[in-house]
């Protein structure tokens, strides 16, 4: 358990030193994410500890927003200001990309296993 | 007695335990609401719990800073969770290898959609530039979004308020589109939910299955790395938005 944290906490130290020094366009845990990945990929299993922590981050990741989520109180006023054309365009631009997403991803499932067999 | 609880609230206010503890007691709280009133996704648990937490403060006359104080302990989690979603993407690995062609198409044109749908319907509706700029890299992670915000000309802290709210309307949505559509696939809905309502839509889709959850954290690594990537270039192209 212990050395699980330690290990996942020591990917995003090495995604995080790694970004800063490559000036990469994209945050430390996302890199750290594929370390870990790669890493897997070469030992070929989960170690116990691993899978456990993993399964604990992972049930609660909900919980995780909430203190950000809080900090909206604080932008008030910047999405006041133009409330309804933000307001729109997130409904329809979230809308439009779940459907435009699950459309192309299933219908290029069901191509790829009609062709299959 | 009336100034007793006045000198122990000051001591408590103003300490990480209170905000920390009050966290996990209005989340743990909002998730028993929730499944009292059916588990309706207007009432999304961290829905909830934002507006809860916000009225306890403004109530209370405490500031963002002093809960965040506390609350940042919650919030510092995120990195590790992320680095954790390397785990479900090993486990599920064959299945997104046997999708990797359909999955990279699907999600890179739903990342484009996100962006420039969200910029031309705001462009229509007469939104400012700024606020323009902001709303661009709003479907990705926040540390990533922020990060192209900052980048582009936008408002780091607009944009993380615009990622959250991103996140909550695909949480709202999704369940409505994927009935809607009729889709059946655990790994297409999941795929979609990540790509668009980033972690938000991680975290629900890790309740609807194992499978779900894999694959949007795949969906949301995938929006996040081609977002910061492809944004800056295709911006200028964007109407509106062309100097």
Known sequence: MLQAITLILLCQLAGEITVQMLDLPFPGPVLGMLLLFVGLMVRGEIPDGLKQVSDFLLRHLALLFVPAGVGLMAHFGLVARDWMPILAALVVSTALALVVTMAILSALIRFRSRSDE | ?243
């Open chain 2, 1 to 243: 007695m009336n100034e007793e609880f006045i000198d122990i609230w000051a001591f408590l206010a103003a300490s990480p335990l209170l905000w920390l503890t009050m966290t996990l007691v209005v989340f743990l709280a909002s998730l028993w609401l929730n499944r009292r009133l059916g588990g309706s996704m207007v009432l999304h648990p961290v829905l909830l719990s934002m507006a809860l937490l916000m009225g306890i403060l403004l109530l209370t006359g405490t500031d963002y800073d002093t809960y965040f104080d506390g609350a940042q302990f919650i919030h510092f989690m995120l990195g590790p969770a992320t680095v954790a979603l390397a785990i479900p993407l090993f486990e599920f690995r064959h299945e997104i290898r046997k999708l990797l062609f359909p999955l990279l198409i699907a999600g890179m044109t739903g990342a484009c959609v996100a962006a420039a749908s969200a910029v031309m319907m705001a462009t229509v509706l007469g939104a400012d530039r700024v606020t323009l700029l902001s709303l661009a890299p709003k479907s990705v992670t926040s540390p990533i979004a922020m990060g192209i915000a900052e980048k582009i000309g936008g408002l780091p802290s607009l944009t993380a308020a615009l990622v959250l709210l991103t996140g909550a309307i695909g949480c709202m949505l999704s369940p409505l589109l994927i009935r809607l559509m009729g889709i059946e696939d655990d790994r297409v809905k999941g795929f979609a939910m990540g790509l668009s309502a980033h972690g938000f839509g991680t975290a629900q889709a890790f309740g609807i299955s194992a499978t779900a959850g894999a694959f949007a954290g795949l969906g949301l690594s995938l929006a996040g790395i081609m977002t910061a990537f492809l944004l800056p270039g295709v911006l200028p192209w964007l109407p509106g938005l062309s100097s």
